[in-house]
């Protein structure tokens, strides 16, 4: 496996930990080649080599090099290569020399030109269903997200009255928080605050972030909504238990895997995108709203806070049901191995 960082405190990353562990347990030997890495317990099958850093020359000449090595010193081998396109498009000439399958897993709405090729260059392109995924292909199999169900266990919330929101991933335009800030300023008579808490990471996010921070307080929303720089990852169940709701506006094609998180941690999701749908079907409150729709997500919190803390449990109770049953990390890794044979 390719990747970017092995560490299981990243915000952003640290979800990767887990897919390895679970691969690890159903194959001989899980190679994972990755440009930092941090100690993490991955098992005595698992051997992590950390590539050279400097310049995007050398790091491609190191991943060349690993890549060439380690296939040529195996037998049955498969490569799988996360998120980055490159690394499929670097790692192609070196499967297809040692008839090895190689396997794309990519979750994002954004198209690209080296997502194109890609594709071409992969057997298989892995991701969460079919509305995850760009582009329209035979090879795209859709495994569910790779939730650690058991390591999101948490207590009930506090039922005080107050109903706590959270909007959880990266300060990014794309993610539409500020519309879940002008869903909960017109909301001025009932119980709520709002953390929208995540990492920024490119310069985009960073302003995005001050953006956000500005208006809340130029609308007087201090005591009810705060932007909170992120938690290691391995806070998150902590986060999440103290919590009752999470409140994702991603634009469609994305399916943030906070929301599979948050279900796991049987907390009641109100989500935008479409893709979402198989999630929260047939729940009642509904727990979709309309993209960008400040107006109708007021209405659906406004409505979660009305249904009590009981209602809120039992729809949490379903919600984890649903991702063990669809989005489990277990069954995510059972799926890349039938992917790979």
């Known amino acids: 496996m390719i990747t970017q960082r092995v560490d299981a405190d990243d915000p952003a990353l640290g979800a990767t930990v887990p897919m390895l562990r679970a691969l690890a347990a159903r194959v001989d030997e899980l190679v994972v080649l990755a ?3 941090r100690d993490a317990d991955l098992g005595p099958n698992v051997r992590v080599q950390q590539l050279r850093a400097g310049s995007t020359a050398a790091r491609g000449a190191s991943l060349v090099a690993s890549l060439g ?43 690209s030109r080296l997502l194109r090729v890609a594709l071409r260059a992969s057997t298989r392109v892995l991701t969460v269903d079919r509305t995850s995924f760009p582009v329209a292909s035979s090879k795209v ?14 207590s009930d919330p506090a039922d005080d009255g107050t ?43 960073h302003e995005h972030r001050a953006e956000l921070t500005q208006l809340v307080t130029a609308r007087g929303l201090g005591d009810r909504i705060a932007v909170s720089p992120p938690l290691p990852r ?10 009752d709701v999470l409140v994702n506006n991603m634009r469609a094609g994305a399916l943030d895997k906070v929301v599979f998180e948050a279900g796991a941690a049987a907390r009641p999701v109100l989500v935008a995108s479409p893709g979402f ?33 009981a209602r809120r449990r039992e729809i949490g109770a379903v919600l984890r ?19 790979a044979r």
């Open 277 to 309: 749908e198989g999630l929260v079907r047939g729940i009642e409150p509904p727990l979709r709203f309309g993209q960008d729709d400040a107006d109708e997500l007021a209405e659906r919190i406004r409505a979660l806070h009305e249904a009590g803390g």
């Open 321 to 339: 049901e649903r991702v063990r049953a669809q989005h489990s990390v277990d069954h995510w890794a059972d799926g890349v191995v039938e992917a």
């Open 35 to 37: 440009l930092a890495v």
């Open 163 to 205: 109903l706590r929101l959270v909007a959880l991933g990266r300060t990014s335009p794309a993610k539409g928080l500020r519309t879940i800030v002008d869903a909960v300023a017109a909301l001025d008579d009932v119980p709520v605050t709002l953390d929208l808490r995540g990492p920024s990471l490119t310069p985009a996010e």
């Open 69 to 111: 090595y380690e296939l040529r010193r195996r037998g049955r081998v498969a490569v799988l290569a996360h998120m980055s396109p490159i690394y499929a498009v670097v790692a192609a000439p070196f499967a297809r020399a040692h008839g090895a399958p190689l396997l794309l897993w990519f979750t994002h709405w954004r198209d």
């Open 141 to 154: 199999v859709p495994l569910g997200h790779a939730i650690d169900v058991d390591a999101l266990r948490v």
């Open 234 to 243: 391995t806070q998150l169940a902590q986060l999440l238990a103290g919590v």
